[in-house]
């Protein structure tokens, strides 16, 4: 069942090229200028005169939701908020017809997010759907919405769906923006050609798993790591953190790089470890002297750049590379090496990858 991998997390960090596909397939088509989710067509109307959006979620699904959040704000420019589904049901959330509230999950079985979707339908929200398990009570709930199509996924760290769920966001924002006219021709041309892409970059990303392996075996000893990224990648340094405290028991956190100096700085020495993802165009300048603090109190930086990057790969201590894409699409593969690093540091330490201790696939109990 694993077909050949010596685990199921590896086995779905590495189906990512077709599942990615699977999420667009027949979605998609730059040719004909279009993109269509039949959820969203079905509830148009609603979606074009929604007042804001509420994205509700837990765990590796919440941080699918941030990346969500910039990608509706950028291209569709609709408010949009997102929050654990655990908090959103008990604090009494201002909620009405002219909301939707998009819940995501893979299982589609979160006690949580079910929870906060059953209060959001009793307050006359439209509730949608992004879940990968067909028929799941999350699907079953919602008005609408939009299967992720990755298959199972057994790993106890989510891998496909995250990216699943991240490729049904940017269809959703590229479809509303469209319909609200708040994109250009030429941008919504360049971003779903770019989209149809993406699967042979993310292979082209898992080709760097030996090199992500050596580097697991340089860093696997150290008891904490962060994680920086600004923008589109700062969701993707909460994820890259958090895969790595499932599975590893390394303690990590994930930041935005900027926020570094107002409190996280005073940790950084020679045992830090720090996860830079520095593919973005905007703010460039300020990713490279964020690095070069990190440098100055000796922290080991990995940085993940774009090909042909020099500034940061010249003072890194270890340089990933991915290919370069469309800032908006950039999670989509700055996560993968992300997934690898945690996956090879836990291997190295011999931890249980697909099932690490006290956490269960579905959470289905508060
Ligand atoms: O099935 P869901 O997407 O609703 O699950 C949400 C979280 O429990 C889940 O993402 C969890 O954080 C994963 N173990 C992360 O890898």
Known sequence: EKNGYDHFMLKEIHEQPTTIYDAMRGRVSSKENRVTLRGLEEYANRFV?????????????????????????????????????????????????????????????????????????????MIYGIVNSVGSSIARLTDAGSYIHAGPEIGVASTKAFTGQVTVLTLLALSMAQKLST???????????????????????????????????????????????????????LEGALKLKEISYIHAEGYPAAEMKHGPIALIDETMPVIVTATNRSA???????????????????????????????????????????????????????????????????????????????????
């Open 284 to 366: 460039y300048e300020k990713i490279i002297s964020n690095v070069q603090e990190v440098l100055a109190r000796k922290g080991v930086v990995i940085a993940v750049v774009p090909k042909g990057e020099t500034a940061i790969s010249a003072m890194a201590h270890h340089v990933i590379e991915i290919p370069n894409t469309e800032e908006q699409l950039s999670p989509l593969l700055s996560v993968i090496p992300l997934q690898l690093l945690s996956y090879h540091i836990a291997v190295e330490l011999g931890r249980n990858v697909d099932q690490p201790r006290n956490l269960a696939k579905s959470v289905t109990v508060e």
């Open 183 to 237: 994109i250009s021709t030429t941008t919504f041309h360049t971003l779903t050609a770019e989209l149809e892409r993406i699967p042979e970059k993310v292979k082209e990303c898992l080709k760097a798993d030996e090199h992500i392996r050596y580097i697991a075996k340089e860093i696997k000893h150290h008891h904490n790591a962060l994680y920086l990224g600004r923008g589109y990648n700062f969701p993707v340094a």
């Open 49 to 125: 005169r929604a007042n804001r959006i509420i994205i509700v979620a837990c765990g590796t699904s919440y941080h699918s939701g941030l990346i969500g959040e910039y990608l509706i704000e950028d291209l569709a420019r609709i408010p949009v908020e997102v929050e654990y589904a655990s908090e959103f049901r008990y604090r009494n959330p201002i909620l009405n017809e002219r909301d939707i509230v998009i819940a995501l999950s893979q299982s589609g079985e979160t006690a949580d997010t079910l929870a906060a979707l059953e209060l959001a339908k009793s307050k006359g929200a």
